[in-house]
């Protein structure tokens, strides 16, 4: 069975601020309007969203190109997919 390819949902990760213990759900597919976050556009594709809990209230830098290895965190792997916009984050900062 071959893996399901998610869309490409942004070019650089988005900084969010999250709060400890509270759960949000990181879009998986790509096709979310509301980057980083689901609305409900994975309905069809096989992918499902992504439940993170945060353990630190602080900002994180969420993956919006769906390549990272560590969902939800961005790992640096939207720098392959062209160049990184200014200002995006080091490689594989969270
Ligand atoms: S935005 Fe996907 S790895 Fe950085």
């Known amino acids: 069975m071959s893996q399901i390819e998610p869309e490409i949902g942004g070019d650089a990760p988005i900084a969010v601020d999250l709060e400890d213990g509270k759960t949000v759900w990181w879009c998986a597919c790509g096709r979310s309007k509301t ?8 309905a069809g594709t096989g992918l499902e969203p992504v439940a993170f809990t945060p353990t630190r209230s602080k900002t994180y830098f969420l993956c919006t190109c769906k390549r990272t290895q560590r969902m939800p965190l961005c790992d640096g792997s939207h720098n392959a997919l062209g160049a990184a916009p200014a200002g995006a984050p080091p490689s594989g900062s969270d």
């Open 35 to 42: 980057q980083p976050f689901c609305d409900g556009s994975h």
